[in-house]
């Protein structure tokens, strides 16, 4: 991962060294955080330049870093820092002089505080940033930043791609692994402080006195790197774990049953940080099992957490068996009535989108629509729809795209990154997740440059507001080096990847293309799937006349679940943009788009595109091979190849079957499917 550590170059190793000298960290022996902090600063201070700092009592001579709170240092007491506006994870780093030393401090009001700065110190180190005159100050915009684990008890992982579960949850909790420690490590750096362990589609089980036991092995592991453990809650337990009838939340003994359960865990795990629920959503129970809305569902486990201070993220990914109304539009349905019976230590987690991590769909219109409800958003990590583990698809400018949109619900700027992060409409509650992509493959990931989706998720909950490409760039360094060769084609790669996989598969605003149940490859022409939305000619809707999905006033009216002015875009032929065209209209295939093709002319060139754009990612890739090194150059040349064979039968299989459809030429420069 970004833990490597490899020797800078040797130069820039003679720059350093001077300036990180000596290591000090006060009362580190009365911390467990604190000496976290120390072993990773020894290791990758040592690694990176070749040499580790000497760890010292007290400043001793010039260049020093000191690593420290006011509670902890005089000195640090003494200096005058401006650490009141840094909250509880925010911290320093400076070039000080201090004792008559000169040095740099990473300061903080609490330990927290500094895991984090010291992590930013090695990033800086890590990226060749000079250290003389540092002067950074930094806390994160969202409070919860979690992963979602969609992981079963077997270790099986629901829409995993890289191994089995990391949690070896039979040998919990008397083995511990190491990896448990560096997947804190590795979470710590980007400053993820949370994790729910156990899939949404949740078994009861987990929350048995023999999981639970299990859960607070890993919690104890997590602490020191300031992650708490969440828990996936099954809204039956009660019946299947507790020896109930019912699971009703206006029943006492069902709240009695929660408030027991809840004080049970606090027993093992004092920091737990809450449940993240999935209820009357895809077969799950829940709360309309019993006539009961989705908010006094969440308020009966909230409820239970509150006087141990959890939260209940509760989720709005729901469609209803049977309900006509569009897709699209149901969470937004089902919820936003809602808005203010919620609990102040419920959470409702929603999606980047309102279909389910399609490739490219417009933000979710629940953002900025629930102004007395805290809204999280969820990611998705793993590429369930993006090609899985093999494809190449940076998702940094998926998550850029989604956080940058502007809902308008209070005028220009009301950015959803300002809705999570609780700006717009005052909320202290603020939330992100994303859905990880983590398995025990060797490198976590399936990929190397999945590594990179984990990474720019973790960096973007800490300020919603950095660019996809920084980050990229970032990763690049850290993962592969300095040399601007590869940096420049691998930024290139990056920043093309995510367009190509919706150019391949589900070009213009089309969604949901994917073969059924794996999601694996091409299925537009499925039909006759027993529930209508899963079906992706739900979604096409093409036919010999057309293509398209209207959701405009005249078909499904979903724009209308969005602010006047977003709506007013979205419903717009010419306004709403080649992107989302095809989610919001239905339209005749010799529409004419703003390139001067028609529209199955223009469909066929993007899936061509697609295709053309991975060719390229693999020969720049190519180039590379005299500058990475043997193992992780060949694996991705290897899984490129996979996803130009790939992108092609996507290509073709589209082509071939809206051909058939549309019954119109292949246009000119597009080879015929074979
Ligand atoms: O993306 C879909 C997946 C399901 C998943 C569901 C959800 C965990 O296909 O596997 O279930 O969404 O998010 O609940």
New binding site residues.
């Given amino acids: 991962l970004w833990l490597r550590y490899p020797p800078l170059e040797a130069d820039t190793r003679e720059r350093y060294r001077p300036q990180l000298r000596q290591l000090v960290i006060p009362e580190r022996e009365r911390s467990q955080t604190l000496q976290a902090i120390e072993r990773e600063l020894v290791r990758g201070v040592g690694g990176l330049l070749a040499s580790a700092p000497e760890l010292r009592e007290r400043i001793e001579g010039d260049g020093f870093v000191l690593v420290a709170t006011p509670q902890t240092s005089r000195a640090i007491r003494g200096a005058g820092l401006p650490l009141r506006d840094l909250g509880d994870e925010g911290y320093l780093i400076r070039s000080a002089t201090l004792d008559g030393h000169k040095g740099t401090v990473v300061a903080a009001n609490t330990e927290r505080g500094l895991l984090y700065g010291s992590f930013h110190l090695l990033r800086l180190l890590q990226t060749n940033t000079p250290l003389a005159d540092v002067d950074i100050a930094s806390q994160p915009r969202i409070g919860l930043r979690l992963l979602n684990h969609?992981d079963n008890l077997d270790r099986t992982v629901?829409?995993g791609y890289a191994g089995q579960s990391i949690w070896d949850w039979w040998n919990l909790p008397d083995l511990l692994d190491p990896r448990y420690t560096d997947y804190a490590r590795a979470n710590a750096t980007l400053g993820i402080n949370g994790t729910v362990l156990n899939?949404?589609?949740a078994s009861a089980d987990s929350l048995t006195p023999r999981y639970l036991a299990k859960a607070a092995a890993l919690a104890d592991v997590f602490r020191p790197y300031g992650i708490r453990v969440y828990l996936s809650a099954r809204f039956s337990a009660p019946v299947e774990i507790g020896g109930l009838d019912t699971a009703d939340p206006k029943n006492p003994k069902v709240q009695r049953w929660w408030k027991d359960k809840a004080d049970e865990i606090y027993r093992v795990i004092p920091d737990f940080g809450g449940f993240l629920v999935?209820a009357n959503?895809?077969g799950q129970p829940g709360p309309q099992d019993y006539g009961r809305s989705h908010a006094e569902g969440a308020n009966l486990l909230a409820r239970s957490l509150a006087p141990h201070g959890g939260v209940v993220m509760w989720?709005a990914?729901v469609y209803q068996q049977d309900n006509p109304e569009d897709r699209a539009k149901q969470a937004y349905s089902d919820f936003v009535p809602l808005d203010g019976q919620f609990d102040d230590n419920v959470i409702v987690q929603v999606?980047n989108g309102p279909i389910?991590?399609q490739p490219r769909e417009p933000f979710h219109p629940m953002f900025g629509a629930m102004p007395s409800t805290p809204l999280m958003m969820e990611f998705?990590i793993t590429k369930?729809y993006l090609g899985f583990a093999s494809h190449l698809a940076y998702l940094g400018p998926m998550y850029e795209e989604v956080l940058r949109a502007d809902t308008f619900v209070k005028g220009a700027g009301s950015t959803v990154a300002k809705v999570i992060d609780g700006n717009l409409h005052n909320h202290r509650l603020t939330g992100i997740a994303g859905v990880a992509n983590i398995g025990s493959a060797r490198d976590w990931t399936g990929s190397i440059f999945n590594q990179a989706n984990w990474y720019v998720f973790g960096r973007m909950a800490w300020n919603p507001e950095l660019g996809a490409e920084a980050i990229a760039r970032e990763w690049l360094q850290i993962t592969f080096g300095r040399d601007p060769r590869i940096l420049e084609t691998g930024l290139a790669m990056m920043m093309a990847s995510r367009q190509a996989v919706v150019d391949y598969m589900t070009p213009l605003g089309l969604a949901h293309l994917m073969a059924t149940g794996h999601?694996y490859g091409p299925g537009p022409w499925v039909s006759d799937l027993a529930r209508p939305e899963w079906n992706p000619a739900y979604y096409h809707r093409a036919d010999r006349n057309g293509i398209g999905f209207d959701r405009t006033s005249e078909g499904s009216d979903a724009v209308s679940q969005y602010a006047p002015a977003v709506a007013k875009q979205f419903a717009s032929r010419s306004a709403v943009g080649d992107d989302l065209l095809l989610w919001f209209h239905h339209l005749p295939w010799d529409y004419p788009m703003p390139s001067g093709r028609d529209l199955w002319e223009e469909l066929a060139h993007r899936y061509d595109r697609g295709v053309q754009a991975v060719g390229k990612m693999r020969t720049q890739w190519r180039s590379l091979e005299p500058l990475i090194d043997a193992g992780r150059f060949d694996k991705t040349a290897r899984l490129l190849a996979v996803q130009e064979r790939e992108a092609q039968w996507w290509r073709d299989a589209s082509i071939a079957y809206f051909q058939s459809v549309s019954r119109r030429p292949l246009p000119e420069g597009v080879s015929p499917p074979p």
């Fill in positions: 969609w629901e829409r899939n949404v589609n999935k959503s895809e989720r990914f999606k389910d991590f998705q369930e999601h």
